[in-house]
């Protein structure tokens, strides 16, 4: 993907694995709250990922999830129903960045960092099956 959109996307695929990969480092160091903030910022580079295709792109987490409610609800075209899943742990991570005394669980940070690895899988297909696609001969 050497084009500018592809490089975008490149990179917003490459910020949500980071964020993945630390929030599984964070479970590993029982910091559970942290891992679940990971988690979240996870599929939220994810999610911005598929509304490069739209031409929509924020820095803004509201803008985002009223992108994805719009392009993305109901599902269809996947088993995960990617605008339930961001928006619990979009609930989940202002709980516990609003309350210092919510500790988050091992099991629900887990539930959390799954659930974003799954989005990123799921995303991840769609832009190779988006590639394919566009470099197929016509004919």
């Known amino acids: 993907m050497e084009t500018p959109l592809g490089k ?6 490459q910020q949500s694995e980071e964020k993945l990969k630390l929030s599984f480092l964070m479970i590993k160091k029982g910091r559970y709250n942290d891992s679940i ?4 910022l996870s599929l939220f580079y994810s ?3 598929l509304l490069i295709r739209h031409d929509e792109d924020s820095d803004d987490y509201g803008r985002i999830h009223d992108l ?3 392009y993305y609800q109901p599902s269809g075209w996947t088993n995960l129903n990617i605008v ?8 989940f991570k202002d709980l516990v ?14 539930k ?18 988006l590639s394919e696609t566009q470099t197929e001969p016509s004919g």
Do not use: H, P, W
Request: proline residues 0%; hydrophobic residues 35%.
């Open 8 to 13: 975008k996307i490149e990179f917003r695929l």
């Open 37 to 40: 903030i990971f988690s979240y």
């Open 47 to 49: 999610v911005r990922v």
């Open 68 to 70: 994805m409610e719009k």
């Open 84 to 91: 339930e899943i961001i928006k619990e742990t979009r609930e």
């Open 97 to 110: 960045e609003s309350d210092t005394g919510i500790k988050a669980t091992r099991n629900q940070a887990e």
């Open 112 to 129: 959390f960092n799954r659930n974003a690895s799954d989005v990123l899988g799921e995303v991840r297909k769609q832009v190779q099956l």
